[in-house]
């Protein structure tokens, strides 16, 4: 008989170390429902965390960081991935077909709108590029006329 290992309970000090980011941080996801404990904890109760609560807030903070998103749009992005990931679920459940074309129709807003936020974010990138580019040759042709 094997001995099951308990998950190790992490204090929301040590998420924040390994996560790179302050403890009022995890607060505030946890107040925009960014990760679920804010309202599972009783009042008072010493904040704990899982493994799978560090991944998910290291996503985060990737995704927040590699796209720039504002805490709102993380939220929505959030949300729609956990609405996909539902959606999956109810897919592996079933092999009808009508349902499952009612799983996907469903999940088409929701990429879409994941797609959208994702190409805000690209045609901002790109702007920059552009004018980052634009001072580059301005740059350049000043110093071929300092150069003369």
Request: charged residues 40%; proline residues 1%.
């Amino acid at each position: 008989m094997s001995a099951q290992i308990e998950p190790r309970e992490l204090r929301i000090g040590e998420v924040a170390e390994r996560v790179g980011v302050t403890t009022r941080t995890i607060r505030y996801y946890e107040e925009r429902g960014l990760l679920g404990h804010d309202a599972e904890r009783t009042k008072g109760a010493h904040r704990v965390y899982a493994e799978s609560d560090v991944v998910r807030l290291k996503e985060l903070i990737r995704l927040r960081d590699l796209l720039g998103l504002s805490l709102e749009e993380l939220v929505e992005l959030t949300e729609a991935e956990e609405a996909r990931a539902a959606l999956r679920d109810q897919w592996a459940e079933t092999s009808d077909d009508a349902e499952r074309l009612r799983i996907v129709e469903a999940a088409i807003p929701l990429v879409e709108r994941q797609l959208a936020l994702v190409e805000a974010r690209l045609a901002t990138l790109g702007e920059f590029a552009g004018e980052l580019g634009d001072k580059l040759r301005s740059l350049d042709e000043r110093r071929r006329e300092l150069s003369r």
